[in-house]
């Protein structure tokens, strides 16, 4: 399995600019997790997916942040308008199911992230 | 979800065993202690998890606690390749990240 596949690796966008991430969760996994990382929160669950549907989004900053999930092969996390604090890494994530469900199914695989910069 | 407390930087010798605590005072009966670590400004990296016993897999020991307040994770021989950042997370669903322990494994 190629595990969790993100897009774009790097994108550098001016103020104002719509920005929209893209991730392919590891195929039969049946929940996604967005995280933001900056040197100065760390690392910030944003929202997560249960079966495509959005369980948790009380991570997510604000109204400009949305993220959606139409099938089970692709979520996506956009932005608008984007601003200098949104400047981070973006980190997708999928597990199996959930550590409630069963001893060894809620080890979380992470994408290799999105470094977004925001002039 | 219970939070957690580990201290913000490490050293271990090369070769030696590496041993990350972390406090988890107010942890309750359904959650689950895991760790996971972050190499550079790679994406995290499952280690480890438990309930109530003891764990061991090819990559680490987790040692719990029996009141569960706190834990240990063992790293046998740590290799300089094990640099990163440590997290301890607690949790029964939602996997939330603290600060972690930074581990410099020095040669």
């Known amino acids: 399995d190629a595990g969790v596949i993100q897009s774009p690796r790097h994108e550098v966008t001016e103020m104002g600019q719509e920005v929209t991430l893209r991730c392919k969760p590891i195929s039969g996994h049946d929940y996604l997790f967005w995280y933001r990382q900056t040197m100065m929160r760390g690392l910030e669950l944003l929202i997560y997916?249960?079966?495509?549907?959005?369980?948790?989004d009380s991570g997510m900053p604000e109204d400009r942040f949305s993220a959606k999930m139409p099938n089970a092969s692709f979520s996506t996390l956009k932005i608008q308008p984007s601003e200098p604090r949104d400047s981070a890494v973006y980190f997708c994530?999928?597990?199996?199911?959930?550590?409630?469900?069963?001893?060894?199914?809620?080890?979380?695989?992470f994408g290799e992230g999105s470094r977004l910069t925001v002039l | 979800d219970a939070k957690t407390t580990q201290p913000p930087s490490m050293d271990c010798a090369e070769g030696r065993a590496a041993n990350l605590p972390c406090n988890h005072s107010?942890?309750?009966?359904?959650?689950?202690v895991y760790w996971y670590r972050q190499i550079h400004s790679q994406g995290p990296q499952y280690i480890i998890h438990g309930l109530k016993n003891n764990e061991t897999n090819e990559m680490a020991s987790l040692i719990i606690t029996e009141d569960r307040k706190s834990s240990t994770l063992i790293l046998p021989h740590a290799t300089l390749r094990d640099t990163a950042v440590y997290y301890c997370i607690v949790g029964y669903d939602k996997v939330i990240f603290g600060p972690g322990t930074s581990l410099s494994v020095i040669p």
């Open positions: 994530a999928s597990s199996l199911g959930n550590w409630f469900l069963g001893k060894d199914t809620g080890e979380l695989f």
């Open positions: 107010t942890i309750s009966g359904n959650e689950y």
């Open positions: 997916f249960n079966n495509n549907v959005p369980i948790d």
